[in-house]
């Protein structure tokens, strides 16, 4: 096959997506005439949301291993991480699939609410009635789908991890710890990343580490749904495990 490694990782990984995306088109086309509620659609969105958001991450993974780049590659890295942990736990039945998708009205309304106290601070009285707009309308959205606007408590990934078992949860404790440490601007990235010893020997060593660990997670993550998404074309209940 012609082309550099990162343009056959990508073709690679783009038919991936295209393989997963044919196995939704057959659920949702519905052969079988049986109508799918409202719950099931809900969660072949979130499976297919995680599959785009892995294939976008491990593209720009690729982006940030080519560059060199140490913080641009543990960001990446990390978010794989986080969306194997998602993908793990959406998986394992249709319920944490829809747990996971109502925090979207929870991560929206806590983002009002951090901007309608940022324009308190700053005394912005023109944001704060733009913005206490926006949550009346969110309110009533919210509502109408049987969500309490008032519960912004969102899952986190750390607790979806620990649905998944000791082993899990620590793994992905400290593998998390040590990426967050380059992801920021940390007094550990600061104090040394100027210096000629930090690119020459020690950033390329992080760099193909967290890379390796990332398309690892990256392959995991679409075998996972893929298996998922195959199971569930074959039953007649695509919330079915």
């Given at each position: 096959m012609e082309g550099?490694?990162?343009?056959?990782?990508q073709a690679e990984m783009e038919r991936r997506r295209q393989e997963i995306a044919?196995?939704?088109?057959?659920?949702?086309?519905?052969?079988?005439?049986?109508?799918?509620?409202l719950e099931?659609?809900?969660?072949?969105?979130?499976?297919?949301?995680?599959?785009?958001?892995t294939v976008t991450a491990y593209s720009q993974l690729w982006d940030s291993a080519s560059e060199k780049n140490v913080m641009y590659c543990a960001f990446n890295t990390r978010n794989?991480?986080?969306?194997?942990?998602?993908?793990?736990y959406?998986?394992?039945?249709?319920?944490?699939?829809?747990?996971?998708?109502?925090?979207?009205?929870?991560?929206y309304a806590g983002m009002l609410v951090a901007i309608r106290e940022l324009a308190t601070v700053w005394d912005d009285k023109k944001s704060l009635a733009e913005v206490a707009q926006l949550l009346a309308d969110h309110a009533v959205s919210a509502n109408a789908h049987g969500m309490d606007t008032e519960d912004h408590r969102y899952f986190r990934?750390?607790?979806?991890?620990?649905?998944?078992?000791?082993?899990?949860?620590?793994?992905?404790?400290?593998i998390n710890n040590v990426i967050s440490k380059f992801v920021h601007p940390t007094a550990f990235v600061v104090n040394n990343a100027a210096f000629p010893q930090w690119d020459d020997?020690?950033?390329k060593k992080v760099i193909s580490e967290m890379f390796s660990m990332g398309v690892s997670d990256a392959e995991a993550i679409l075998n996972r749904i893929a298996t998922k998404v195959v199971s569930l074309n074959a039953q007649s209940d695509p919330g079915c495990s």
């Open positions: 550099t490694p990162l343009t056959r990782a044919s196995e939704f088109r057959q659920i949702l086309d519905n052969p079988k005439g049986k109508a799918h509620s099931q659609i809900k969660y072949l969105s979130v499976l297919y949301g995680l599959v785009h958001q794989l991480l986080e969306l194997m942990i998602w993908s793990d959406c998986c394992v039945s249709l319920e944490n699939g829809l747990r996971f998708a109502e925090d979207t009205v929870r991560d990934v750390a607790m979806a991890a620990k649905e998944l078992g000791p082993q899990v949860e620590l793994s992905f404790k400290y020997d020690f950033a």
